[in-house]
């Protein structure tokens, strides 16, 4: 079936570090790709997302491509700041009929000062 | 309009006794989604409805768990006879119609099940 997998954390950075959340996923077909970030206190909010194979999501600096020969969706941001520490989740919604999202494990990311 | 809103966000329950969560979606949305998720992990699907029509049910909800959506607004999502294995987040999220269309999560309610 489908399913995603995600690098474990929890990833600990410097602030202004490269940040690099690397997701897999398996799928029929051209599924649609999500990352997702939970901010702590908060709910799940979506970060980013591509519809399509090499579409790029961008947001807040984050950025991801959708790889279609890799099966991959790896997330990324050139400088990452304190106030990014969240857990990360990567999430497809299959083109196959059905509309339920299919979400990986979480990455924590904390930022150190 | 406000967002996605849970009710209630805390329930602590004896095993055995019946629970019912309340989701209010995003008034436009016509698709809602029951998610639960455990510590350190990721949101699991349990069910989602178009309009009032319940289309996707996973196998994690068993026997034990109904959801309903009357007329097409709120949900509701009952859990009875409930075990400690219930315990959980569960996340209500709603999106528009279309392929790859972003859900909006509410806050969860926590279930503790002693």
């Known amino acids: 079936g489908d399913s995603v997998t995600q690098m474990e954390g929890p990833v600990t950075l410097s602030e202004e570090a490269f940040l690099t959340i690397n997701c897999t996923y398996t799928a029929t077909g051209y599924p649609s790709l999500f990352w997702y970030v939970q901010y702590p206190g908060e709910g799940l909010q979506l970060l980013l997302k591509a519809t399509k194979a090499d579409d790029k999501g961008s947001n807040k600096g984050f950025e991801a491509t959708y790889r279609k020969e890799t099966t991959s969706f790896h997330l990324e941001k050139g400088s990452v700041q304190v106030s990014d520490s969240a857990v990360y989740f990567c999430a497809l919604t299959p083109n196959t009929g059905g509309f339920k999202t299919i979400f990986g494990a979480g990455t924590r990311l904390f930022v150190k000062a | 309009d406000t967002g996605v809103s849970q009710d209630p966000r805390h329930k602590i329950t004896k095993r055995g006794q019946n629970v019912t969560f309340r989701c209010d979606p995003i008034?436009?949305?016509?698709?809602l989604y029951w998610y639960r998720q455990t510590l350190g992990q990721g949101p699991e699907f349990l069910t989602y409805?178009?309009?009032?029509?319940?289309?996707?049910k996973s196998r994690l909800l068993s026997d034990r768990f109904s959801a309903e959506r009357p007329k097409g607004s709120f949900s509701t999502l009952e859990i009875q006879r409930t075990e400690q294995g219930d315990s959980a987040m569960y996340l209500c999220a709603s999106s528009a119609l279309g392929s790859g269309a972003e859900q909006y999560f509410g806050p969860g309610t926590r279930l503790t099940v002693t």
């Open positions: 409805f178009q309009n009032e029509a319940q289309l996707e």
């Open positions: 008034s436009e949305h016509n698709r």
